[in-house]
């Protein structure tokens, strides 16, 4: 199976988006807020945290048919607030985000075809496979870049 959509789209946003968060005023990433409460460098935390642990269930699968991973869902406020994100140097933080994706290309790349169907149970019950969990992996960063770039066009 073909994942270049996924992973062309990674490397596109990597690409718009760095020089983009670099030169965002210090205002405008930590005091404007989503629905979630969330400022910009909080999100970005938040990509952070879902690479991590999106890389984990990834490498994880191609060795286990099944598994349970901890709940993560629920608890994405609390890893954000724990790592401190809001007070985190902002370079760092793109940096991060940059270098950890770029990591998750090469994950996805070098995926085994033959365990895409391996899966985990999410705290809903719900079966997620490999494939899955990679086909969604793109969206789930389109969401949040839709967010930020909501609050940067909401300060201008």
């Known amino acids: 199976m073909d994942f270049s959509d996924v992973t062309n789209g990674i490397l596109r946003y990597i690409t718009i988006w760095e020089d983009k968060l670099k030169v965002l005023p210090?205002?405008?990433?930590?005091?404007?807020?989503?629905?979630?409460?969330r400022s910009i460098k909080q999100i970005l935390g938040h990509l952070i945290d879902s690479?991590?642990?999106?890389?984990?269930?990834?490498?994880?699968?191609?060795?286990?048919?099944?598994?349970?991973f901890p709940d993560y869902q629920q608890d994405n406020d609390l890893w954000i607030t724990l790592q401190d994100y809001q007070?985190?140097?902002?370079?760092?933080?793109?940096?991060l985000w940059k270098y950890y994706n770029l990591h998750m290309i090469q994950v996805i790349n070098s995926v085994d075809q033959t365990k895409l169907d391996n899966s985990w149970l999410s705290f809903e019950n719900t079966t997620v496979t490999l494939r899955q969990m990679i086909e969604g992996y793109l969206g789930h960063i389109e969401l949040h870049l839709k967010e930020v770039q909501e609050l940067i066009d909401g300060s201008e």
């Open 87 to 95: 007070n985190a140097e902002w370079n760092t933080t793109i940096q």
């Open 51 to 68: 690479a991590a642990n999106n890389h984990q269930r990834m490498i994880r699968l191609q060795y286990n048919e099944k598994l349970d």
């Open 26 to 37: 210090v205002g405008t990433i930590s005091q404007k807020r989503n629905e979630q409460n």
